[in-house]
């Protein structure tokens, strides 16, 4: 026999392995799509009214300007037609090249085949063209209201990138490429990805962002020690230990959003606010809030406040033996700490002495780039999936965060995932971004509704615990946080919200980068700056015109105003007291339950 037969039989052995892969695979992929049971329309694309909104309009520009309409129609096709003369011009002459290429640099085309091969090169160009033709109609369409036209533009958004030729495997080099490599092993790999991500969530397409082998909670990541202090139905209590041999008198107190894990705060040491804040000599809170079921689909924001916001305050004060604490709200969690905060103002409770709010919004009159989620609609089909699950589903938030930027999120992911065959990263940071938890049915509902919606917070005032709540009776000294650069909680909306408050003391902070990185930004990293001005009378942009950029993280500018306000130095503070026994060790055991579809 000879090397080429022994070649030529390998390769069939190769061949005939995967084909039996493929079958088996096939076999896993019939069974886990036969038992999805497929999520409400109302969640998966917009009422038809907007389409035929946009429909009218186009119509509409199309009758009364027609040659406006054909105008554009005729640039497109002149530019096609030009595009595929050049192209054919070049193969004619014998050259394998790709014509002259002036569409924008965009990172998805990275792969040095979108620019030689002629082929590759065609087909993206041509993309380009047609991106820039519905860019071009969406942008020009009249009688539109502004919220239409956010929807119009975000939904054509989703259809422009969804097209992208990168998302093919016919027509993406890289992916191409590497099945040759590996003799068709990576679309093998990249086929058992993929249905294991959907094993993983009962058939519904979640791309799975980070290796969830690599981490383990209490292991490698949610690590300050400390120890669980307090527990009820909404949260557990931890108090991590103490690393100096004094601490400032007034505690700190921190509350986490309930959409995802408390351990965005403790990832890793070099990055754990936790670990630094304690190493700074304070005695910190974490409320490390429970994964609701179904069993919580009455409770309602009215409970958060009183079972989460006001009991954690209480136990905190009793085991520090303080009067007072400082405390901190993170995105949802800040918009319910100034719930809380203008409720003890109408009971005429002092417990809070100062509260920070990290990347927090109030005022939701501008909702960004949520507004096309934030319309009847979808709300409409959020209320129906209540009614059926008794709470709103993690998957579902996580996947609309997601297709808010989705060529990061979905397409990038998913292209290497199962194009490429390639295992996600060990990636601290995605892999919480995976571990979500869900929303109480009633809390989710009064949230989407009276505050998102209504602004009731900051327009009439909103009814919760028996009292109307209004953002003027937020009074306390306060200091936001916010990010240059989230897409979440932009950070001139949150500045609206922060002047709207009737505090006398404030502070506002602009850290550069997004609503997780410029939060999670220690000073050994060097990375991220901040803005700071003291001058908050006038508009967001006023503000930010007068700013001054600082070199590095804002913690210890942070660390400075908070420090003020905390008291005299004392003995440091080990966990629990007479009458709050260790219940066990952080992380604790809330922390550890799990989302599934």
Request: glycine letters at 6%; proline letters at 5%; charged letters at 25%.
């Given at each position: 026999m000879t090397t080429k037969d022994t070649t030529s039989d390998s390769n069939l052995d190769q061949?005939?392995?995967?084909?039996?892969?493929?079958?088996?695979?096939?076999?896993?992929l019939t069974e886990v799509m036969g038992h999805r049971k497929p999520l409400r329309s109302e969640l998966n694309a917009p009422e038809a009214g907007l389409l035929a909104n946009a429909a009218a309009a186009y119509w509409s520009a199309m009758t009364d300007n027609p040659g406006k309409v054909l105008e554009s129609q005729l640039e497109l096709w002149s530019k096609s037609v030009k595009h595929f003369v050049e192209a054919q011009h070049l193969l004619?002459?014998?050259?394998?090249?790709?014509?002259?290429?002036?569409?924008?640099?965009?990172?998805?085309?990275?792969?040095?085949?979108?620019?030689?091969?002629?082929?590759?090169?065609?087909?993206?160009?041509?993309?380009?063209?047609?991106?820039?033709?519905?860019?071009?109609?969406?942008?020009?369409?009249?009688g539109l209201s502004v919220k239409e036209r956010q929807r119009v533009e975000y939904f054509s958004k989703q259809i422009i990138d969804m097209m992208a030729?990168?998302?093919?495997?016919?027509?993406?080099?890289?992916?191409?490429?590497?099945?040759?490599?590996?003799?068709?092993?990576?679309?093998?790999?990249?086929?058992?990805?993929?249905?294991?991500?959907?094993?993983?969530?009962?058939?519904?397409?979640?791309?799975?962002?980070?290796?969830?082998?690599?981490?383990?909670?209490?292991?490698?990541?949610?690590?300050?020690?400390?120890?669980?202090?307090?527990?009820?139905?909404?949260?557990?209590?931890?108090?991590?230990?103490?690393?100096?041999?004094?601490?400032?008198?007034?505690?700190?107190?921190?509350?986490?959003?309930?959409?995802?894990?408390?351990?965005?705060?403790?990832?890793?040491?070099?990055?754990?606010?936790?670990?630094?804040?304690?190493?700074?000599?304070?005695?910190?809170?974490?409320?490390?809030?429970?994964?609701?079921?179904?069993?919580?689909?009455?409770?309602?924001?009215?409970?958060?406040?009183?079972?989460?916001?006001?009991?954690?305050?209480?136990?905190?004060?009793?085991?520090?033996?303080q009067k007072q604490v400082n405390a901190v709200g993170y995105c949802i969690a800040g918009t319910t700490l100034h719930l809380t905060l203008a409720l003890?103002?109408?009971?005429?409770?002092?417990?809070?002495k100062s509260a920070t709010f990290f990347t927090t919004l109030t005022d939701f009159v501008d909702q960004g780039e949520f507004t096309p989620f934030l319309q009847n609609d979808f709300i409409d089909g959020i209320d129906r999936e209540i009614e059926d699950e008794g709470i709103l589903r993690s998957f579902i938030m996580q996947r609309t965060f997601s297709f808010l930027r989705s060529n990061d999120l979905v397409y990038g992911p998913a292209i290497k995932s199962y194009m490429m065959g390639e295992a996600p990263p060990a990636f601290d940071l995605l892999y919480w971004n995976?571990?979500?938890?869900?929303?109480?049915?009633?809390?989710?509902?009064?949230?989407?509704r009276r505050l998102c919606q209504d602004n009731a917070f900051v327009n009439e005032g909103?009814?919760?615990?028996?009292?109307?709540?209004?953002?003027?009776?937020?009074?306390?000294?306060?200091?936001?946080?916010?990010?240059?650069?989230?897409?979440?909680?932009?950070?001139?909306?949150?500045?609206?919200?922060?002047?709207?408050?009737?505090?006398?003391s404030k502070a506002f902070i602009v850290s550069q980068?997004?609503?997780?990185?410029?939060?999670?930004?220690?000073?050994?990293?060097?990375?991220?700056g901040h803005y700071l001005n003291e001058d908050l009378k006038g508009s967001a942009d006023d503000w930010m015109a007068g700013a001054t950029f600082h070199e590095g993280s804002w913690w210890p500018q942070w660390d400075t105003w908070l420090s003020s306000r905390s008291g005299k130095q004392v003995p440091a503070r080990v966990p629990g007291d007479s009458t709050h026994e260790v219940l066990g060790d952080a992380p604790g055991a809330y922390v550890l339950t799990r989302s599934t579809c």
């Amino acid at each position: 026999m000879t090397t080429k037969d022994t070649t030529s039989d390998s390769n069939l052995d190769q061949l005939n392995q995967n084909l039996a892969k493929v079958e088996a695979l096939s076999n896993r992929l019939t069974e886990v799509m036969g038992h999805r049971k497929p999520l409400r329309s109302e969640l998966n694309a917009p009422e038809a009214g907007l389409l035929a909104n946009a429909a009218a309009a186009y119509w509409s520009a199309m009758t009364d300007n027609p040659g406006k309409v054909l105008e554009s129609q005729l640039e497109l096709w002149s530019k096609s037609v030009k595009h595929f003369v050049e192209a054919q011009h070049l193969l004619m002459q014998g050259k394998f090249a790709a014509p002259q290429d002036d569409t924008p640099t965009d990172r998805r085309f990275s792969h040095p085949m979108w620019q030689t091969n002629p082929y590759f090169n065609f087909i993206k160009q041509q993309y380009m063209l047609n991106k820039q033709a519905v860019e071009s109609a969406v942008n020009e369409l009249e009688g539109l209201s502004v919220k239409e036209r956010q929807r119009v533009e975000y939904f054509s958004k989703q259809i422009i990138d969804m097209m992208a030729p990168t998302n093919f495997l016919g027509t993406n080099p890289a992916a191409l490429e590497r099945a040759m490599e590996t003799d068709g092993q990576s679309l093998i790999d990249g086929l058992e990805n993929l249905i294991d991500d959907l094993e993983a969530n009962n058939g519904e397409l979640l791309v799975k962002l980070a290796d969830e082998d690599a981490f383990e909670i209490g292991r490698n990541i949610a690590t300050a020690p400390g120890k669980v202090v307090y527990r009820n139905r909404m949260f557990e209590l931890l108090q991590f230990s103490p690393s100096t041999e004094t601490v400032h008198d007034v505690p700190l107190l921190i509350f986490p959003p309930w959409i995802n894990k408390y351990y965005i705060l403790d990832l890793k040491e070099e990055n754990s606010m936790i670990r630094w804040a304690v190493n700074q000599g304070y005695t910190v809170f974490m409320v490390s809030w429970i994964n609701p079921d179904r069993s919580y689909a009455d409770v309602g924001m009215a409970d958060y406040i009183e079972e989460g916001f006001l009991t954690a305050i209480e136990q905190v004060k009793e085991i520090s033996n303080q009067k007072q604490v400082n405390a901190v709200g993170y995105c949802i969690a800040g918009t319910t700490l100034h719930l809380t905060l203008a409720l003890m103002k109408k009971r005429g409770d002092k417990s809070v002495k100062s509260a920070t709010f990290f990347t927090t919004l109030t005022d939701f009159v501008d909702q960004g780039e949520f507004t096309p989620f934030l319309q009847n609609d979808f709300i409409d089909g959020i209320d129906r999936e209540i009614e059926d699950e008794g709470i709103l589903r993690s998957f579902i938030m996580q996947r609309t965060f997601s297709f808010l930027r989705s060529n990061d999120l979905v397409y990038g992911p998913a292209i290497k995932s199962y194009m490429m065959g390639e295992a996600p990263p060990a990636f601290d940071l995605l892999y919480w971004n995976g571990d979500g938890s869900g929303l109480p049915g009633k809390m989710a509902h009064e949230y989407l509704r009276r505050l998102c919606q209504d602004n009731a917070f900051v327009n009439e005032g909103v009814e919760f615990c028996g009292e109307r709540l209004h953002i003027s009776d937020v009074t306390v000294p306060i200091c936001s946080v916010t990010c240059e650069t989230d897409h979440i909680a932009r950070w001139k909306d949150c500045y609206v919200g922060f002047q709207e408050t009737k505090s006398r003391s404030k502070a506002f902070i602009v850290s550069q980068s997004g609503h997780i990185a410029g939060i999670v930004n220690p000073p050994s990293k060097k990375k991220y700056g901040h803005y700071l001005n003291e001058d908050l009378k006038g508009s967001a942009d006023d503000w930010m015109a007068g700013a001054t950029f600082h070199e590095g993280s804002w913690w210890p500018q942070w660390d400075t105003w908070l420090s003020s306000r905390s008291g005299k130095q004392v003995p440091a503070r080990v966990p629990g007291d007479s009458t709050h026994e260790v219940l066990g060790d952080a992380p604790g055991a809330y922390v550890l339950t799990r989302s599934t579809c």
